[in-house]
């Protein structure tokens, strides 16, 4: 494919994106496919003699988007959203063909410097506290990582090494391996199961700290935790406080755990992978309180902020506990401005590879600042706050009907509900919306209870999808249980 040809086929691919988009609430959300569907559909190996574009393109329908789950759809109401926007897109597109790898300044300067700014911005549109910017001199900063999961790890390894250190400068006679067999790292029972893959991959122990009613760790079960932890002989070193959190958007209680942690040494990660686009909002910025204790902060803009995967904003206080944890510096990655940016306390944050656990990183902050500049903090605040307003529709209907009942607060754009009775009869009505495939929902499980989560998600739902989708899920539940009453009966 030459120049002129790319001219031509990007026009089309762009038609075929834009008509995707356009028209997506007429596809079915879920696919009608059995694993393994694919590969009957395909050649056994790759073709010896070059394809024709058209012949690539026609299989997109033909055999691709059969197996295709629409997370776009406005009946899309699964796990979280995962935005999606056409500044973005655009963006994406400049990414592939600058083709950059951003791993140091000189690898690519607009590519660091841009990213340091966007993160910069994002972080003041949240109202973060000073200490967690670049800014000109500042000892703090934001990078982009691929995932919550990997900031999460990031923070966890940096926290690791940060208390190795600290403890055998306390402890000579500790080695490395008996300090690392004592350190545990603590979530809520209800943090993400990435928090505990981060331990496993950290070779470190970790504890559930048990949330209260509300779905929230408070300050006093942290202290319990501890205290047994300490007296066994065991040294605390992370905290994870989760701030809307994935089964039911509840709020680790920020202002109780971070003194503790600040007081005894232990590294607060705040994530707040959903939740954290809603801070942009004046009205929801309550929530983020006591990120003044945090030692990092990290918060999904590819979830709820209109810019496509991947994008996941994390800042930290002090950079170079990060950078202390994951810097090398062979010969061939040395340039001849790097005196000049690293000794400067602006220089070290645009050394970002020491930032990750990839040394490469795509052109990621320009779908930041295309659509941050696109949509303007107003434009992407009304976004938040009409997922929110339909997220509370949602809660209403469900409330007028006594056959449901709600199972959370609903804060943000998650409602958590199900049918009053057994765990079996909400399996039931999720698996029959979910055969239906006019819409999609996921369950979890809140105090033993079977839950169905209806988030809003799509960037183009309305209230129109909404009343549908209760509609659809009532008339469901209506079927449902005057056949499950009739079998009841008869056993």
Known sequence: ?????????????????????????KRQVFPDVEPGYLRPLMADCAPQDPESFEDVFKDIEKIIMPGVTHWHSPYFFAYFPAASS?????????????????????????????????????????????????????QGGGVIQGSAS????????????????????????????????????????????????????????????????????????????????????????????????????????LLELGPICNKENIWMHIDAAYAGSAFICPEFRHLLNGVEFADSFNFNPHKWLLVNFDCSAMWVKKRSDLIGAFKLEPLYLQHHHQESVVTSDTGSSLWLQHWQIPLGRRFRSLKLWFVLRMYGVKGLQEHIRKHVRLSHQFEHLVLQDERFEICAEVVLGLVCFRLKG?????????????????????????????????AICSRTVESTHVQFAWQHISQLATDLLKTWDQNHHQQ
């Open 86 to 138: 056409f500044p973005a897109l655009l963006a994406d597109m400049l990414c592939g063909g600058i083709g950059c790898v951003g791993f140091s300044w000189a690898s690519s300067p607009a590519c660091t410097e841009l990213e340091t700014i966007m993160l910069d911005w994002l972080g003041k549109m949240v109202n973060l506290p000073e200490e967690f910017l670049a800014g000109k001199d500042g």
């Open 150 to 253: 990997e900031a999460t790890l990031i923070a966890l390894l940096a926290a690791r090494t940060k208390t190795i250190r600290r403890v055998q400068s306390e402890q000579p006679e500790l080695t490395e391996a008996e300090i690392m067999s004592r350190l545990v790292a603590y979530a809520s029972d209800q943090a993400h199961s990435s928090v505990e893959r981060a331990a496993l991959i950290g070779a470190v122990k970790i504890k559930n700290v048990p949330s209260d009613d509300t779905f929230s760790v408070r300050g006093s079960a942290l202290k319990k935790v501890l205290d047994e932890d300490k007296a066994a002989g065991l040294i605390p070193f992370f905290f994870c406080a989760t701030l809307g959190t994935t089964p039911c958007c509840s709020f680790d209680k």
């Open 422 to 454: 057994s765990n079996e009869l909400n399996e039931a009505l999720l698996q029959s919306i979910n055969d239906a495939k006019k819409i999609h929902l996921v369950p979890c499980h809140l105090q033993e209870k079977f839950v169905l989560r209806f």
């Open 1 to 25: 494919m030459d120049a002129a040809e790319f001219r031509k086929r990007g026009k089309e691919m762009v038609d075929y994106v834009a008509d995707y988009l356009e028209k997506i609430e």
